[in-house]
RNA sequence: GCCCUCGUAGCUCAGCUGGAUAGAGCGCCGGACUUCUAAUCCGAUGGUCGCAGGUUCGAGUCCUGCCGGGGGCGCCA
């Protein structure tokens, strides 16, 4: 009995209620009814505080209603007991046959377990990242790494069509001054001064002569374009082996130039996408400036398009990389934004307004908080300008993949985070990463040994699920079937940590499993049926936790 | 000044979108391996959930105000 069939009965019971004029319900029997796992002990296998929510308009005492509920839910087979508790609780208790079976579904569902339809049909572009491809991807980037990927895989198991997509700033002042900056490293000239300062500008030149020694001697004009090109075609290589090295796939990475005609800005396809705004009434020329009247949809101020003197500003083309982005299909436009960008948002909603699109449903931003990282009591600065930066693939090289994704995986994107380095490179056995790989490992341990003792788990008619009826295998059976529930709540409320931490939850209820049940025959023991049902008990919390890792873009060691 | 965000154990942080006695890890103290991996488990310590009001059967969670940390407010990119 899973929760969701225990939500089915008890939506039954209400009905049926309702239907013999027991009970009367002005707002119908709720769609959110919700059945949990009760924090405290001796409330129950799963505890529901529907009679609480229905008291009011049933016009019933809670626990009356309650009642009323349990009387007829204990009828319903699988159910054991239904005790009223409290206010007006309903602490249900499901019997051990009802609930062993959800091991056996989840072996035989295997990699497909957790995935639901919640978010079918829904076409989702989710960016992240977005760095100029003016410097190596680094700590800040790291986190939204880690995040947006695991986003779109929970969305994914939520049946979701998801596109990953990298937006590459190649255009205006910013790529002039780093190729500028690549240019004076080559020619051995001073760094322009607000150009790029770090090493990595001297390697990167290094490599553009090294690729091409005639570089040098272009003609000037020429020499700008062919520095600018060679070294942002070198550094957005990079970046692309920094996230594969990572772990990070992008489906889609989306060219600013694309989205312009040609370099003269006014007579761009940029220029040409926005004058199709004009039809939704909200552009307007003023101080020879084109105007968005963003205002109209509640942001602070009205947003420049294209400026007096012919350029067009970075909201011109974000404004027509979203119009670009609906066009091609997408219903649901997620943005994962750092917090120093959180200003971007109410211009983005009103954006989104002013061409016509409903900034509820159309676009969503999420707010990521930066990460601080800390160095002997220090904090690191991570700009590019300055030079100094802890770069992913350096962090990668101390922490490790596994360990990297899953400590920024397991924390809410919009808590700050400081991390210290000598924490994060001591990290060996403290770090929940480990515990949860090891309970992985543990289970395939046993598997292995099962096979050689030429025992296999119980399956089919072989598998009396009723076997299963210790306490710890009791809590971690429940565990296990709430995992559907856990990624497509992760997957509706964009937050993949709570993957991490039910993966960690229930790691910790398989350990103190195996603490308990002996899995397989000690010595010359007959192999009983016992031990083949709890040897598909452990495959099935094998199949979670490793599928619950690859949702975080981490591995699940078979041996550690 | 206006807006956003955060404030929970000594430290780092969870808290299932309002539920029952607020949790975990680390740290500290004490236990458990001649049988499936001790990267584990068991016990002990630790809290005016920033402060004050409000909403209701019930608030760490929602609303208002205040205090404190971080961030954002350009015809910059």
Redesign the pocket.
């Known amino acids: 009995m899973t929760p969701e069939q225990l939500y089915t009965a008890l939506v039954d019971v209400l009905e049926a209620l309702v239907a013999d004029g027991a009970i009367t319900l002005p707002d119908g029997v709720p769609t959110e009814v919700?059945v949990?796992?009760?924090?405290?002990k001796?409330?129950?296998d799963y505890?529901t505080?529907v009679a609480?929510?229905l008291a009011?308009g049933a016009g019933l005492p809670?626990r009356d209603l309650a009642t009323l509920v349990a009387q007829r839910l204990e009828a319903v087979g699988g159910i054991e007991a239904v005790e009223v508790?409290?206010?007006g609780?309903l602490?249900i208790t499901v019997e051990a046959g009802a609930q062993g079976q959800v091991a056996a579904d989840i072996v035989a569902t295997g990699a497909a377990y957790g995935v639901t339809d919640t978010l079918h049909g829904e076409r989702i572009n989710i960016e992240f990242i977005s760095a100029?491809p003016t410097g190596p991807l680094h700590l800040g980037h790291t986190r939204w790494a880690v995040v947006g990927d695991a986003i779109a895989r929970v969305l994914e198991a939520a049946g979701a069509d998801v596109t990953r997509e990298f937006y590459i700033?190649d255009r205006?002042?910013?790529m002039d001054l780093f190729g500028a900056s690549v240019e004076a490293a080559a020619l051995g000239q001073p760094i322009p001064a607000d150009g790029y300062q770090g090493a990595y500008i001297h390697d990167l030149a290094a490599r553009v002569v090294d690729a091409d020694p005639g570089i040098t001697a272009l003609p000037e004009g020429e020499r700008h374009v062919a520095f600018r090109e060679a070294a942002y075609a070198a550094q957005l290589a990079e970046q692309r082996e920094q996230l594969a090295l990572f772990q990070t796939h992008f489906d889609v990475w989306f060219s600013e130039r694309t989205l312009h005609g040609s370099e003269d800005d006014t007579q761009s396809g940029v220029a040409a996408q926005l004058e199709k705004l004009r039809d939704q009434g909200h552009l307007f020329d003023?101080?020879?400036?084109l105007w968005m009247r963003t205002t109209d949809f509640g942001d602070?101020?009205d947003?420049?398009l294209i400026?007096?003197?012919g350029?067009l500003?970075?909201?011109a083309s974000d404004t027509a990389y979203y119009v670009n982005k609906r066009q091609r299909g997408f219903d649901r436009c997620i943005y994962l934004l750092g917090?120093?960008?959180?200003?971007?948002v109410?211009r983005l909603k009103a954006m989104a307004a002013c061409a016509g699109d409903d900034p509820e449903s159309h676009i969503e931003v999420l707010?990521g908080?930066?990460v601080k990282i800390l160095k002997d009591g220090e904090e690191l600065r991570l700009s590019k300008r300055a030079g100094t930066m802890v770069t992913l693939d350096e962090l990668v090289e101390l922490i490790g993949v596994d360990p990297l994704r899953y400590t920024l995986a397991r924390?809410?994107a919009?808590?700050?985070?400081?991390l210290d380095v000598a924490e994060m490179t001591k990290q060996?056995?403290?770090n929940?990463v480990?515990?949860v790989q090891?309970a992985h490992?543990?289970i395939?341990?046993?598997l292995r040994?099962a096979v050689a003792l030429g025992l296999e788990p119980a399956k089919g008619e072989d598998f009396d699920p009723g076997l299963l009826t210790h306490e710890k295998e009791g809590v971690l059976l429940r565990a296990l079937a709430e995992f559907p529930r856990v990624v497509a709540?992760a997957a509706?409320?964009r937050?993949p940590?709570?993957v991490a931490?039910y993966l960690?939850d229930t790691a910790?209820i398989y350990?103190?499993f195996?603490?308990n049940?002996?899995?397989?025959p000690?010595?010359d023991e007959e192999p009983s049926d016992l031990h083949r049902a709890r040897l598909l008990l452990v495959a099935a919390t094998r199949t979670v936790l490793a599928n619950g890792l690859a949702l975080l873009g981490v591995s699940a060691p078979?041996?550690?």
């Open positions: 919700t949990e796992r009760p924090r405290q001796g409330h129950g505890a505080n609480l929510q009011k809670p508790a409290g206010p609780f602490n100029n700033n205006g002042t910013q003023e101080d020879g400036a602070d101020k947003r420049v400026r007096s003197n350029h500003t970075y909201f917090a120093d960008h959180h200003g971007y109410g707010i908080q930066l924390y809410p919009d808590s700050p985070l400081t060996s056995a403290d929940p480990f515990y090891y490992a543990r395939s341990s046993i040994n709540s509706e409320l937050e940590h709570r931490r960690e910790g350990h103190r195996y603490d049940c002996r899995v397989l000690m010595g078979e041996r550690m």
